[in-house]
Each structure stands twice: as structure tokens, then as C-alpha cells.
């Protein structure tokens, strides 16, 4: 018993010698999804619907030669030809995320976005704000027509909130369901998108029926890469001579005694 | 006083020969230990690296792991099992038993083999990889589940244990035992849903949950894991766990009882 206990003690620490070369040349990455619920903000300033969408990110559990990181996929939906009541040819998406301490977005940003109006102003002021605050910001690049993915975001320790900001840049045509062009620009002076519904023909102010459709959906996720340590190496190598002691305690016991019958006998 | 000093050297030379035998049968299926050991030892090893950092919303990240691999512990408990009984039918047993060793040791020596060392080997592939990562995650992780896990297995290892000695069947005995590890879950819980189906309520008829009870005490582990999306049955994985244990230790019992008054080799 003391051979099997002392080989299967080798094997495993074998194996983990093995995991740790394979990851000291190739970097293992560990993808889990943080679902946590996102606030959300519309906002039309301008030519531009803006939305901004923060999650809470609670720190992970640590383990040791792991490094963490955050990234974001952004889907902001199909808003390149919009079916319904009208038309909106086109749009382009940029899109930015931002990792803000949680103790500083909660006093310096989040009552910023809830009081936010629909201006550029505001949307700017907003933009400085994250800038200045934020720990590290990743631009999104498009990876498929449907998804956006942001680089990388290192995480410290402690709870952070990741926090989107898309912008949505109009098309200035518009067109309605039997064909005409009928606007050069869609969004009022005091930015509100007008939208086109099916009873109300382009009535100036009624609005945003549209905005449901901007609600981008975005997944966050959270990256372990491990980096092996030490420590566990030594934690391995610890295994390993536990099993090759057991081993040679069973061999010495076993050497006193020729065979099972004759210890049996005696 | 002297009788109780010749019932201790007794009973000391008796361990012994169960101790010489129990060694004799591990180094007879060292490459089945082995090969369990090896596979159980890769994927907890490769797994863990994948394992879900927020572990706070998860309550047990390896359960998803050892849900799978149990099933190589198992099978090897019953490969094990399966060899006594190969031993007992073509009476390979009858050499062993004309040494000094009886059949009560003979029993327990096997015993050993079969249900205390695949455990051993197996939780030990299970918790050192892990150990060796981060000790730490031992205490934060819980291993509750393979509480449930080895009670789970010692029940699949006394089934075919009690199969083995009655029927000295080696076939009997694996079939015995894959079919409860393989198809009798599945019976049972297409049971339940027919059941729960066919009263047109979720699992509330009495006949499904005295059949998700009979599931439970069966494969405690399995239905530890099944609770999580909150199941209604009339027991608790608990006490589930603790009536399975029993209902081992029944089997173990009757087996050594059988194999001391009744097994003739």
C-alpha cells in the first residue's frame, strides 16, 4: 500500500512539474464571465447617441502566480440598418472602456453620469472625469460585425467598476419606410434623437423610440494567467520526495521479508 | 489476564498477515492503481488551471471536475472488486487460504484493497493538486462534496463487493457495478420526470419524490450536486449521505459475515 500511496504521490507531482513548464513557456489563460448587472445611460448629444454602461467588479479570489485582468466584449447591436418605422443607413461605433477604483467612481463619477444632460458638454466633462480617474482605459477594436473586444485591463487588488462608454455616430440620412429621404439631420437642438413612429410621421419631439435599440450589451470578463512560483515548484518537488520516501520505507520493509507466504508463515 | 494477552498476540499476528496480504494484492494491481492515479492526477492537474477565479458566486469549482473523474474512481473500485471475485472462482483463493490466513483476513485484505487505497489514491489526486497551486484554496474551496464522493463510491465498492463474494462472478460483478454507476441514474431520474410529468406538477407527486429519495440515498454525491438547483425530495443530502453510509456498512457486514460462515473455496 505504502508503493501505490508513494507512486501515485510521484505521478501527481510529476504532473504538476509538467503543468508548470507547459505555462512557464505558454501563457495559461483562465476566461470566466462576471455577470454582474450594468448600469446604463442613454444620452443623445449632438449628431451622437452616447451610452454609458458601468459594472461592478468585486475583486477575485487570489491565487497564488496568478495575474488578473479585465476585458470587455461590447455587442452594440445591429445599428446599421435599424427596421421599423424608419431607417438609419448607417453608424459608426467607438467605443472606450475605463477601470475606475470603486471608492472613487462612487464619489467623484457616479453622480456625474446620473445628473448627466444630453449635451456634449456634459459627455465631455464626463470623458475628463474617467480620464483622470480612471487606472488603466482600452480603446475597443471591432473583432467580428457583431463584437467589439478591448484590450486587456491589469486589476489590482481591492472592487473596481468598468466602465463603457460607446458612441453612436449617426448617419445624417435618414430614410423612411416608402423610400424618401427626408432629413438631413435627425437630432434636435437640444439633442434629443428624433425618432419616426408608426402613427406619427416625423413629428418633431416625439421621441426616442429608438433608444431601447442602443442599449449596448456588454460582457465583462475576468483573466487569470498563471506565472508559476517558487513556492510551488518547491510544493511540488515536496510531493515528489514524500513519494519516493514512502517508497523506499516500503522497499526496506519489504527486503526483511522474502516473499508474502513467508511472512505469513512468520 | 493471560487470555487477554494471547487474544492481543493473536490478534496482532492476525493484522500482520491481513498487513502481508493487503501488500501482496497492491503489488498484484499496481498498474491498475497507477493508471488511476495518472488520470485522475492529469485532468485535476490541467483542470485547476482553469478554474473560475470567483469562486465566491460558485460554491464548489471542482465538483464540476470530480463529477467526471469519480466515475475512473469508481470503475477502478470495481475493477479491484471484480479481481477478488475472479480470485474466488477459479480458486486461486484456495492457495492463499491454505497459508495461515483466514477467510475472515482473506475478506478484509481484499477489502482494503478495493475500497480504502482507490480512495486514498483518488482524493489525493484530487486535493494536492490543489495544494500545491495555492494551499490556501483548501481551505477556501471546501471539500464537502468529496465527503460525499468517497460515501458515493464506498456504496458502488460494497454493491459489488457483496455481488463478488455471492456470486464469485467476476463478469456478474462488473456488470453489477457498471450498470449502478452507469445506467440505473438514468433510469431513475427518467422515473422521476415521468412521474412528475404525468401528475402535472414539478417533482410534487409522492411517487416522484419517494423515487428522488431512493436516487438520493443510491448516489449521494450526485444528488448533492442535483440540490444545488434545489430539487424537492423528502430527504436531505445529508441525511441521505448518512443512510447510504449505513446501508454500506450493511453490505461490508453481511459480506464479511457470509464470507466467514458460508464461502467454501
Known amino acids: 500500500m505504502l508503493r501505490v500511496v508513494g507512486l501515485s504521490l510521484i505521478v501527481i507531482a510529476l504532473m504538476m512539474f509538467m503543468v508548470f513548464a507547459v505555462a512557464h513557456y505558454h501563457e495559461f489563460k483562465s476566461t470566466s464571465y462576471l455577470h454582474r448587472s450594468a448600469d446604463t445611460r442613454v444620452l443623445f448629444a449632438g449628431t451622437k447617441a452616447v451610452v454609458v454602461s458601468s459594472t461592478s467588479i468585486s475583486a477575485p479570489v487570489r491565487v497564488e502566480g496568478y495575474q488578473y485582468a479585465v476585458k470587455a466584449e461590447l455587442f452594440p447591436g445591429d445599428i446599421t440598418s435599424i427596421q421599423g418605422p424608419f431607417q438609419v443607413t448607417a453608424c459608426n461605433v467607438t467605443a472606450k472602456a475605463y477601470l475606475v477604483e470603486e471608492k472613487a467612481f462612487n464619489t467623484k463619477l457616479k453622480g456625474v453620469i446620473i445628473s448627466m444632460e444630453h449635451s456634449e458638454e456634459d459627455v465631455a466633462r464626463l470623458k475628463n472625469l474617467l480620464e483622470r480617474h480612471a487606472s488603466g482605459e482600452a480603446v475597443f477594436t471591432k473583432v467580428t460585425y457583431f463584437m467589439y473586444e478591448s484590450d486587456d485591463l491589469p486589476l489590482g487588488r481591492g472592487d473596481y467598476v468598468l466602465v463603457v462608454l460607446v458612441e453612436y455616430f449617426f448617419n445624417e440620412t435618414v430614410t423612411l419606410p416608402n423610400g424618401t429621404i427626408v432629413a438631413n439631420r435627425v437630432v434636435l437642438p437640444n439633442g434629443t434623437l428624433i425618432v419616426v413612429n408608426s402613427t406619427a410621421i416625423m413629428q418633431p419631439g416625439v421621441r426616442a423610440t429608438l433608444s431601447p435599440l442602443l442599449m449596448p450589451h456588454v460582457e465583462v470578463l475576468l483573466i487569470g494567467s498563471l506565472k508559476p512560483t517558487l513556492g510551488q515548484v518547491l510544493r511540488a518537488l515536496d510531493v515528489l520526495v514524500l513519494g519516493a520516501v514512502l517508497i523506499a520505507i516500503d522497499y526496506v520493509r519489504s527486503r526483511r521479508h522474502l516473499s508474502w507466504g513467508f511472512r505469513i508463515k512468520s | ?265
Open chain 2, 1 to 265: 489476564m493471560t487470555s487477554m494477552l494471547k487474544r492481543l498476540r493473536v490478534s496482532r499476528s492476525s493484522l500482520r498477515r491481513v498487513a502481508a496480504h493487503t501488500s501482496f494484492i497492491h503489488d498484484r494491481l499496481l498498474k491498475s492503481f497507477l493508471v488511476l492515479s495518472l488520470l485522475a492526477a492529469l485532468i485535476h492537474g490541467l483542470s485547476i488551471l482553469f478554474l473560475p477565479h470567483t469562486s465566491p458566486s460558485t460554491p464548489s469549482p471542482l465538483a464540476f471536475i470530480t463529477m467526471f473523474t469519480s466515475l475512473i474512481y469508481v470503475i477502478a473500485m470495481i475493477y479491484v472488486v471484480s479481481s477478488m471475485a475472479q480470485d474466488l472462482r477459479d480458486r486461486t483463493a484456495e492457495l492463499y487460504l491454505s497459508q495461515p490466513l483466514t477467510r475472515i483476513e482473506y475478506a478484509f485484505s481484499w477489502l482494503i484493497t478495493s475500497v480504502v487505497t482507490p480512495s486514498l489514491v483518488y482524493l489525493s489526486a484530487v486535493a494536492l493538486p490543489v495544494a500545491i497551486l495555492d494551499p490556501h484554496l483548501l481551505l477556501s474551496f471546501g471539500f464537502e462534496e468529496l465527503g460525499y464522493l468517497v460515501v458515493e463510491g464506498l456504496f458502488a465498492g460494497s454493491l459489488a463487493f457483496i455481488t463478488a463474494v455471492l456470486t464469485r462472478s467476476r463478469g456478474l460483478t462488473f456488470f453489477i457495478g457498471l450498470f449502478w454507476l452507469l445506467v440505473l441514474p438514468f433510469v431513475l431520474m427518467m422515473g422521476v420526470a415521468v412521474l412528475s410529468f404525468s401528475s402535472m406538477g414539478s417533482h410534487q407527486s409522492p411517487a416522484a419524490k419517494t423515487l428522488l429519495s431512493v436516487f438520493a440515498v443510491l448516489y449521494p454525491y450526485k444528488f448533492y450536486l442535483m440540490s444545488a438547483s434545489s430539487l424537492p425530495a423528502s430527504i436531505t443530502p445529508f441525511q441521505a449521505v448518512v443512510i447510504s453510509f449505513s446501508i454500506s456498512v450493511l453490505f461490508l457486514a453481511a459480506s464479511l459475515q457470509y464470507v466467514r460462515y458460508r464461502l467454501e473455496v
